[in-house]
């Protein structure tokens, strides 16, 4: 079964702080895709960032960076130089490989409210 | 550029009432899902739908729950006899192939969903 740990309830930051929002997963296939997803005050569901267990590189998109860590079923996202824009509540997802007919689910995190105080 | 629609933005309903749930997927996608999100929690998977027939549902998606795609554009889920804890925001998301690889489900903005 899949499962995902996302254990900062709410991140409270001075604008222009970097910050880092964790998220530890468990799965027993070795084929899976992480993602990570922003919903702003608003409510809607904004993709961010797909990965798949095969690659660990890290990816870097603008102010955004993510740390994928197999040896530690971990999937970091910081922000660097965090702006009031970005206060949301951030969600990672995991998607084990589907079974036969199936599609990939994903299973989300309980989510990591971020405040930026201007 | 293309994007999930879903109404109403807000329903508020009676307790044991019928509710429908509207979603337009992008054009050209196949596999439509919907998932849900009591306020303040996780967002959940109930179902995923797939060349008019469900593919996967969850433990949430009972027999209150039922889906459809009465044409060639629309997405519905209905809700049969409401109780309150089915007050959440209901996402409905949609993804462009079937799934060796899972591309991003592009999700829809969302109903917030009152049941009194």
């Known amino acids: 079964a899949q499962k995902v740990t996302q254990a900062q309830t709410e991140i409270s930051v001075v604008e222009k702080e970097d910050v880092t929002l964790d998220c530890v997963y468990e799965?027993?296939?070795?084929?899976?895709?992480l993602f990570w997803y922003k919903q702003p005050p608003s409510g809607e569901l904004v993709f961010l960032i797909r990965?798949?267990?095969?690659?660990?590189q890290n990816e870097i998109s603008g102010r955004y960076s993510w740390n994928f860590q197999k040896s530690t079923s971990s999937f970091n996202f910081t922000i660097t130089a965090s702006q009031v824009v970005d206060s949301a509540v951030y969600f990672c997802?995991?998607?084990?490989?589907?079974?036969?007919?199936?599609?990939?689910?994903?299973?989300f995190g309980r989510g990591t409210s971020l405040i930026v105080h201007p | 550029e293309p994007e999930v629609t879903q109404t109403p933005s807000h329903q508020v309903t009676q307790m044991g009432q019928e509710v429908i749930l509207r979603c337009v997927p992008i054009?050209?996608?196949?596999?439509f899902y919907w998932y849900r999100q009591i306020l303040g929690q996780k967002v959940e998977f109930l179902v995923s739908?797939?060349?008019?027939?469900?593919?996967?549902k969850s433990e949430i998606f009972d027999d209150q729950f039922s889906v459809e795609r009465p044409d060639g554009s629309n997405f519905t889920l209905k809700i049969r006899s409401t109780k309150l804890e089915d007050s959440a925001m209901y996402f409905c998301?949609?993804?462009?192939?079937?799934?060796?690889?899972?591309?991003?489900?592009?999700f829809g903005p969302g109903t917030r969903l009152t049941v009194l």
């Open positions: 998301a949609s993804s462009p192939i079937r799934g060796l690889v899972p591309n991003e489900q592009f």
């Open positions: 997802a995991l998607s084990e490989a589907p079974r036969s007919g199936g599609s990939y689910i994903p299973t």
């Open positions: 990965r798949n267990s095969f690659d660990e």
């Open positions: 739908f797939y060349n008019n027939e469900i593919s996967e």
């Open positions: 054009s050209n996608h196949l596999y």
């Open positions: 799965t027993r296939d070795t084929t899976y895709y």
